[in-house]
């Protein structure tokens, strides 16, 4: 029957365009739509796979940029709906039975470059009438409801269209958006807004300083250093005209405010990375200022303070014993009127150039080389009440172990800066990459906008616990007991950094003994000397193994209850 009804449709659908004839040049025939149709039914249902034995299939994907570049050619409305069908493309597996099944389906289609190359396509048609269509998406009435996330997905495959098109009409409905959508989708639009770098929209991300949301808050952040960047670099340009010095000072004032007030580290590390991203002398003292503040919050585990000494070092060439911020006063008293940044082309120490991030779970985040083995068995499930806080959950509020997880991982994706490397590996009875190389191991993963939104938006939302755990499986995945592991072509090492999170002793794999465990990690680390530090949740673990682990791999352990 359902095979039934989508052939009705393409054939209406078809009908329907036949009626409509190719603008400009444009000439491809109607053999064409018919075989996207069948091309995306197939892709959908899980014929058409762009992994092949671990590697992108580089004919397949072209082949589905050549369809899509025929369709885009009519130019026409109805060729542009069946684009943003692909655009927004979310297949499931007929019949899954787990979350592995799923992401194993996902890993193989890859549907975010499917979805990449339809809003690549989109974007470059030259139809009038597509962005009032796409607006059209915007006015949704389901996007707060629980059955709402095709509504959403629409939406924000469309904000981002709109974006891509750079339309005045785009880009005011993007402004709407970043005040009436909900969390998510006011991020999108921020997010999108902040590539154009355009000066003129600094006031909507200063009033964004003020959302609730944290993650909004960041992307307002980063917002304003993209915006501003251009216009300030003290190492291209000696001096900048009045009105822009004047929205200099205004956007350094706000983001010093962020930096002493904000109560979430992520966000007052975005605001000091950002600061630094300016270039300009006159972020020094905002940064001077929020070191103070940092060292006086003593009741704050999140120690910012070695963030922002590293920050100042390397904005100013200075090295300075860290914690106290008197030093640094009474260096910029002395020279902060006579300090200039080297221009370009001269050997300098760049501001921003430590992306190193200050803590995870009350732990130092001493790598921009992140690699993370998160337990995911069925225990995960359990509630669990917090007696201390986290970044993402208050003491005394009640959230589960995965929930709290992944909660936390989506903070650290929004705060890392672009260039940084990470990835997941995630477990209970099966082991699971979120990008693994052709051998199978944890591949590095440079962060981008692509990669956020797949990590986040595919691999993490797709997960669920179940199963036992096999936390050996998922260390050799990572580590490599008789293997390369983290080793590639490129670097002696790919990650230096290992956080392992689980709420159990191993019950499942090839080893179970706790013991035995232990001695292999530490035979393969000898040589690879990774940090691997460990976080573990509830009153019902089996903490001193996950303690030894990391005491004897140079790491930390945390009890998370």
Not at 302 to 307: E, N
Not at 466 to 487: C, E, K, M, S, V
Request: hydrophobic share 40%; proline share 4%.
């Amino acid at each position: 029957m359902r095979k039934l009804l989508s052939g009705v449709l393409a054939a209406a659908l078809t009908l329907s365009l036949a009626a409509q004839e190719p603008e400009g040049d444009a000439d491809p025939s109607l053999q064409d739509l018919q075989s996207f149709i069948q091309w995306m039914n197939e892709y959908e249902q899980g014929a058409i796979r762009l992994m092949k034995e671990l590697m992108l299939d580089e004919e397949v994907l072209a082949d589905a940029d050549q369809r899509m570049q025929k369709l885009a050619a009519w130019n026409n409305l109805a060729a542009a709906k069946q684009l943003f069908r692909a655009a927004t493309t979310d297949p499931k597996p007929a019949g899954a039975r787990s979350s592995a099944d799923n992401l194993d389906f996902q890993a193989e289609l890859m549907p975010w470059k499917i979805r990449a190359l339809a809003r690549k396509h989109l974007a470059a048609m030259e139809l009038p009438q597509l962005d009032e269509w796409l607006r059209s998406h915007l006015a949704s009435n389901k996007l707060r409801d629980d059955d709402g996330e095709e509504a959403r997905r629409n939406v924000d495959a469309a904000l981002q269209i709109l974006g891509a098109r750079g339309t005045t009409g785009g880009k005011l409905e993007l402004v709407k958006a970043v005040w009436s959508m909900p969390p998510a989708l006011r991020l999108r639009a921020i997010d999108v807004l902040s590539t154009t770098a355009d000066i003129g929209l600094v006031p909507t991300f200063l009033d964004k300083l003020k959302d609730k949301d944290d993650d909004v808050r960041i992307a307002a952040v980063n917002a304003l250093g993209t915006a501003m960047a251009p216009h300030t670099d003290e190492t291209t340009q000696t001096e900048i005209p009045e009105d822009l010095a004047k929205t200099r000072d205004e956007v350094i004032d706000a983001l010093q405010k962020v930096l002493q007030r904000d109560r979430v580290w992520q966000v007052r590390a975005a605001a000091a990375q950002n600061l630094a991203k300016l270039k300009t002398r006159f972020a020094i003292p905002a940064l001077i200022a929020g070191y103070d503040q940092e060292l006086r919050n003593k009741k704050d585990p999140w120690a910012m303070d070695t963030r922002l000494h590293r920050i100042l070092e390397g904005m100013t060439g200075m090295s300075i014993p860290p914690g106290s911020a008197a030093p640094w006063k009474d260096f910029w008293k002395n020279e902060g009127a006579s300090f200039r940044f080297a221009a370009a082309g001269e050997r300098a120490s760049q501001p921003g150039d430590d992306t190193r991030y200050s803590k995870f779970f009350r732990m130092d985040l001493d790598s921009d080389r992140l690699l993370f083995i998160v337990d995911f068995s069925g225990s995960m499930k359990e509630p669990i009440t917090l007696s201390s806080g986290t970044t993402s959950t208050k003491a005394g509020e009640t959230t589960t172990k995965a929930k709290l997880v992944v909660d936390e991982l989506r903070r650290i994706v929004m705060s890392l800066p672009d260039g940084s490397y990470f990835n997941v590996v995630v477990f209970s009875d099966g082991v699971r990459v979120w990008r693994p190389t052709r051998g199978g191991q944890p591949e590095l993963v440079r962060l981008t906008d692509e990669t956020r939104d797949d990590l986040l938006g595919s691999f993490l939302s797709s997960i669920e616990p179940r199963g036992p755990t096999n936390l050996y499986g998922a260390l050799d995945t990572a580590i490599g007991f008789a293997g390369r592991g983290l080793h590639d072509k490129h670097y002696a090492l790919g990650f230096d950094t290992v956080y392992v999170l689980s709420d159990g002793a191993p019950s499942y794999g090839p080893v179970t003994d706790k013991d035995e465990i232990r001695r292999l990690v530490r035979e393969t680390n000898r040589l690879k000397r990774l940090t691997i530090h460990c976080v573990t949740f509830g009153a019902q673990n089996d903490t001193d193994f996950l303690r030894l682990l990391a005491e004897e791999n140079g790491g930390r352990h945390i009890h998370v209850d």
